[in-house]
């Protein structure tokens, strides 16, 4: 028998992880992704392990995408020194994204120290540090895919491609037990088919055990020709009112598949003669490994390259890599189109782009990507008329333009089609997914297919068999504080800065830093209302 404890990815779309145990006391570790999105879930990324790092043998990334990789920095650090098995092309973007992701963790932490002492509270230390990160990344070794290979005896692994982004794979596992093979798959993050720029995801006939995504598993994407033309709409709508296009997008693939777009638009003569900014960083970097990996290409971008054209490029395309070109974005007037992370409204400079244009009457928002709950894209989406940019209320008045056919990932009709061509009778994991997603989505399966459907919790062990499956409880783990206790602390604490300032208020001895600290816990309380 095998045991896999899902650590992540369980329940949610963020934080994925799955830590698999062989009777012989192998542990292998699929994914291991930053939570993200909101208080209570990011403060999982601190929690224990659960196994010791030391003992990790062998982890295999499916993809990037820093819910599934953001991580790996923090497991180098606890003492993880086993191989990280991947694509190349995603070893390539991971060498870009979790250093940028270390930075952010050190940003991160040395505002909130700044913020602790003049609270007169202690110092915050970063999730890892870029050092850390440098560490981790002298673990991978990319592997092609389609190959089968021992990872150790016993165990023999296959990557496939998943059509989700560049580099992504779904990972087959095939591990001796005794006299049986069991063998598990992980979809990883499916791509849709007829996908921008990569290939459609690779078929699987068999396992006896199947852990699927299900972030679409209840919806259906708007096709692609529409989508395409309600993006047009969006960048025509802000151009007729001299407004820009703001698109918030993640740096890896979204960017890519939109500036791929706006080239078509451009060959077609139907983008306006406007500025075109991709103020990313990160996103820069990513589209150069894109442009460096070709031979990755679905047949229909290879046919723009053999034409002559680069895929990701235009004449009045911008690069704003410095803080300096950034700003003189929002400087000038006029329409224009900013490109810019990250993708869910969170952090980075999209949130500079936002809090002047947001209020905006005749400006553009276009969300192309998936916002999770508890994040500031999401509030958009759902219809907020104010949203929180740097502890500012900023208005929501620019049109905003929601296009779920830019996707990367599967809707429910995808999802099941590629499902339908396994001809085992796999068990199946529904995971990855908001709750109401994985319901919908398991509830399909068993309607359409008739299959044995589990949707597993965070920290549940699941004992895989041969011909047996046995579900454990979740694992004892230390409860993440809840909203109602976040707020209690605040308010005790903003109880005792103000009786301190009564007291300084009668001794005639009160200071600038006095009032900055209740307005600081104030700020926080702001902040969990908004985000509560």
Not at 9 to 31: F, N, P, Q, R, W
Not at 49 to 54: E, I, K, L, V
Not at 269 to 292: C, H, M, Q, V, W
């Amino acid at each position: 028998m095998i045991r896999i404890t899902c650590l992540g990815g369980a329940g949610s779309v963020t934080g994925s992880s799955y830590l698999l145990e062989s009777t012989s006391g192998k542990k292998i570790l699929v994914d291991c992704g930053l939570f993200q999105g909101g208080r209570a879930m990011e403060t999982r990324n601190w929690a224990d392990w659960g196994f010791d790092p030391r003992q990790l043998d062998t982890l295999f990334l499916t993809h990037a995408h820093i819910d599934h990789s953001g991580r790996i920095p923090k497991l180098a650090k606890d003492g993880f020194r086993g191989k990280i098995i991947t694509s190349p092309p995603t070893a390539e973007l991971c060498k870009i994204m979790l250093l940028d992701s270390a930075h952010i963790q050190e940003m991160d932490a040395e505002w909130q120290t700044r913020k602790n002492k003049r609270q007169a509270n202690a110092e915050i230390m970063p999730l890892y540090t870029t050092e850390d990160a440098e560490v981790s990344l002298k673990l991978f070794e990319p592997i092609e895919r389609d190959h089968i290979i021992e990872v150790e005896p016993g165990v023999k692994a296959r990557l496939r491609n998943a059509g989700h982004i560049l580099g992504s794979s779904i990972l087959e596992l095939w591990v001796d037990e005794k006299d049986d093979v069991i063998k598990v798959v992980f979809s990883g993050d499916l791509g849709k088919k007829n996908q921008l720029i990569v290939r459609d995801p690779h078929e699987i006939f068999d396992a006896d055990y199947l852990f699927i995504e299900s972030t679409y598993g209840n919806r259906i994407h708007r096709t692609f020709e529409d989508s395409k033309k309600e993006l047009l709409e969006a960048i025509l709508y802000a151009e007729s009112h001299g407004e820009k296009t703001i698109i918030p997008a993640f740096a890896v693939e979204r960017t890519q598949e939109i500036l791929y777009i706006l080239g078509e638009f451009k060959r077609d003569g139907l983008l306006p003669d406007i500025p075109i900014y991709l103020d990313s960083p990160l996103a820069i970097k990513a589209t150069e490994i894109f442009r460096e990996n070709k031979k990755y290409y679905d047949e229909e971008a290879q046919a723009i390259v053999q034409q002559g054209y680069d895929p990701f490029n235009m004449p009045n395309l911008q690069f704003t890599e410095s803080t300096r070109a950034s700003i003189q974005i929002n400087e000038k007037s006029g329409p224009a189109i900013v490109i810019a992370g990250n993708g869910m409204c969170t952090a980075g400079r999209i949130k500079h782009h936002l809090k002047h244009n947001l209020w905006r009457p005749g400006a553009s928002l276009v969300i192309v990507g998936f916002q999770a709950q508890g994040t500031t894209g999401r509030k958009i989406v759902d219809g907020a008329e104010h949203v929180k940019i740097f502890r500012e209320d900023v208005a929501v008045r620019a049109k905003v333009f929601t296009i779920g056919g830019f996707s990367a990932h599967a809707d429910q009709k995808d999802l099941l089609e590629w499902l339908g061509h396994f001809e085992s009778k796999p068990k199946v994991f529904v995971v990855h997914g908001e709750s109401s997603a994985s319901k919908e989505f398991a509830q399909k399966i068993q309607e359409k297919y008739h299959l044995d459907v589990h949707i597993p919790v965070w920290k549940e062990r699941l004992i895989l068999k041969p011909r047996e499956l046995t579900i454990e409880p979740p694992i004892e783990v230390e409860a993440a504080p809840t909203f109602q206790q976040d707020m209690l602390t605040a308010i005790a604490e903003l109880e005792n800065e103000m009786d301190l300032l009564k007291k300084r208020v009668r001794s005639g001895d009160i200071q600038e830093t006095d009032v900055d600290r209740i307005r600081y816990i104030q700020e926080e309380l702001q902040s969990m209302v908004s985000n509560g």
